[in-house]
């Protein structure tokens, strides 16, 4: 069931209760005064809700009816929904999830994320774009699972040693987007990039990052390179692109804007 705007609740309950797999929910509005008759469990494996207007009871009737998820996504969610439902609901489905966008969800503070990242280990594809997370990403990337393969970060706040200890650890990361993130100063003298990972795609939109610390996650990505964004990176300099085309030699897509 794929629905935005105004839905019916008697139709949401049906659909729920025969079985849907795959519910997709966005821009909802006006559910506040709903009375939900939500089946206790349901058979729903994907769950997309987008700016959908809900009120407490109506998100965590639906969330914690859910025990089957593959794929869990609430990015810029409104309403009066209660995070602790979400990491509840997430947590109880824990054994099967492996895709979850959280990108824009601002009531989710780094400590909420710690949690979240600890319980899912078979996470492969997560969106942690524009959250509010401005500290404790060490100890975040830490606990990631080493099966993540796909992993968002735009927006966040992190040091070059948060970067390198990321790809280190999980090294099955083909796909990393980091743009319009923010480098603090320092971590160098604590930063060893792995010599060699499997990125295939890499997004720099946006991303000052310095001529040193580039040439060492180069190193890291240089045969395995096929995507590179770089655009509208300040300190683009003729010797980084040089860096770029000369050592990623198997680069399909750049964008050096």
């Not at 005064?33 to 009737?61: G, H, I």
């Not at 997560?126 to 735009?154: E, R, V, W």
Request: charged content about 20%; proline content about 3%; some cysteine.
């Amino acid at each position: 069931l794929v629905t935005s705007g105004m839905v019916p609740n008697k139709l949401l309950e049906q659909a729920l209760s025969r079985g849907a797999k795959y519910l997709g929910l966005s821009n909802l509005s006006d559910v506040s005064t709903l009375k939900s008759n939500f089946p206790p469990t349901n058979q729903v494996e994907y769950l997309a809700l987008s700016s959908s207007l809900m009120d407490e009871n109506y998100f965590r009737q639906l969330i914690l009816s859910c025990h089957k998820l593959t794929k869990l996504s609430v990015p810029g969610p409104y309403g009066t929904w209660n995070k602790d439902d979400l990491i509840e609901g997430i947590a109880q489905n824990y054994d099967s999830l492996k895709v979850l966008d959280l990108s824009g969800c601002h009531k989710l503070d780094s400590q909420d994320l710690y949690t979240i990242v600890f319980i899912c280990q078979k996470l492969t594809d997560a969106n942690f774009d524009h959250m509010n997370l401005t500290y404790n990403l060490s100890s975040i990337f830490t606990n990631l699972t080493p099966n993540i393969k796909k992993l968002s970060l735009s927006g966040a706040t992190l040091r070059i040693s948060d970067i390198a200890n990321l790809i280190t650890k999980c090294n099955k990361i083909t796909d990393l987007n980091l743009n319009w993130a923010l480098l603090l100063p320092g971590g160098l003298e604590h930063t060893n990039f792995p010599r060699k990972t499997q990125l295939k795609s890499l997004h720099l939109r946006g991303f000052d990052i310095k001529f040193n610390y580039l040439e060492m996650f180069i190193r890291s990505f240089e045969k395995s390179l096929q995507v590179l964004d770089i655009s509208f990176c300040k300190k683009m300099t003729f010797e980084v692109i040089q860096l770029i085309t000369s050592r990623c030699l198997n680069l399909t897509a750049v964008d050096f804007r």
